[in-house]
């Protein structure tokens, strides 16, 4: 690990000030993605300011009764909130589908929302990656693919999200609130907050520097029945290889967001009208123009087999 | 920090994880390091009573914690229950990660009753129990190269039959 200074954060003003101004600066919460890729020397911040005394923990109900959740919020706290367990069944099913016990204790929901991707080659430093190494190629490409998108890529990078929360927030047409170093609040819809690699894969979120997540909302509760399905190599702690969250409704329509196909939550909300026809339907729609590799093309039949089983649990 | 009840005051480097000061600094070496990457569960220490990977940790973002290890719930002359079940169920065989599996195991049940849903909980309003399923899915991030899951399922699910 490469050395860095800390200090606790004070005000979430001072902090932002700090990170803005501070050249290779970066805030701290959970840590739990941050210090892993540190101690590959993937991360180098020198400077390190702890958010975690910030009064950015409480989850709260909005005026138009939905949710603001604090940054701060543990994801093993905000998957256990009865409001969350009650009306965005989607979102604490896709938190406990993540990570273990111990790092859900940990991890922020802000911190969740900006982890890295896992692509075998970001983390191998001894391989280019774009993402690493901005313009020293990409080595998934033509490389081992199994994991990563079949959709969203550009010859820059194939990486894909590994989030599992993030699905369900995308579902559920979420918001990321964010303060920057000028004082400015500003509130940033999930399909937004994630970017597509294009041609500066290293650029991944929404954020300018300094800015800092101070919440993330939800608008009020949709109903339906929620689900959310994740297909992975282990029964237990593996990252996705194809994901679906649902809000399905009696009347047959619905919202479905993929996990695990793409740089960021894969929804095409024009494809969920294909709802009532059925997952083949929605899937031909949501993956058209897909460019998977040799070894990935299969997450798209798996997606689409996926989805057709959430359906199946929604109406039984 | 507080350790097991005692409080210490350590200067570090920056850099030092929860895991290496509680090893390396401390001398309390029951905590084990596998994997330092939160991938195998052997660092599993209790913070303010909620358990953690100490290896993704800094031990300076701990200022003022209260930690227990495995040192800090039991001796060899008043084992923890949960540390007497192991052994009666043979719950290990070469035991490196059992400290980090007895402190995972103590900690799951607090997370039962505070209604934290896991993975295989189907009602998610409902009452959470402590089926044999769900300890599995809530042990999922404690690794045993050895493979003894079966006797510390056994172990566990015999402190579950009086807790939940």
Known sequence: MKPFT???AT????AIETVASTPGAKFIAGGTNL??????????????????????????????????????VTNTDLAAHPRIKRDYGVLSRAIVAGATGQLRNKASVGGNLLQRNRCPYFYNTNMPCNKRVPGSGCSAIGGISRSLAVIGTSDSCIAHNPGDMAVALRVLDAAVETMNADGQTRSIPIADFLLLPGET??????????ELI??????????GTQHYHKVRDRAS???????VAAVLLEDGTGRIAFGGVAPKPWRIEAAEAALPDGAEAVASAVFEGAAPMEDNAFKIPLAERTLALVIAEGKA | MDVNGVSYTLTLDSRTTLLDALREHLHLTGTKKGCDHGHCGACTVLVNGTRINACLSLAVMHEGDSITTIEGLGTPGDLHPMQAAFLKHDGFQCGYCTPGQICSAVALFDEIK???????????????????????????????????????????????????
């Open chain 2, 114 to 164: 505070k209604g934290v849903p896991s993975h295989v909980t189907g009602d998610l309003s409902a009452p959470m129990t402590a089926s044999n399923l769900e300890l599995r899915e809530r042990m999922s991030g404690n690794i045993c190269r050895c493979g003894a899951y079966s006797n510390i399922q056994d172990a566990i699910a015999e402190i579950a039959g009086g807790v939940v």
């Open chain 1, 11 to 14: 005000s979430p003003a001072a």
């Open chain 1, 214 to 223: 101070t919440a993330v909302t939800l608008r009020p509760p949709l109903g």
């Open chain 1, 35 to 72: 210090l892993d890729l540190m101690k590959f020397e993937i991360e180098r911040p020198t400077h390190l300011v702890d958010v975690r005394g910030l009064p950015l923990a409480a989850i709260e109900d909005t005026e138009d009764g939905g949710l603001r959740i604090g940054a701060l």
């Open chain 1, 6 to 8: 800390y200090e606790r």
């Open chain 1, 237 to 243: 702690y593996a990252f996705a290889i194809v994901s």
């Open chain 1, 201 to 210: 894969p290293e650029i991944e979120f929404a954020l300018q520097p300094g």
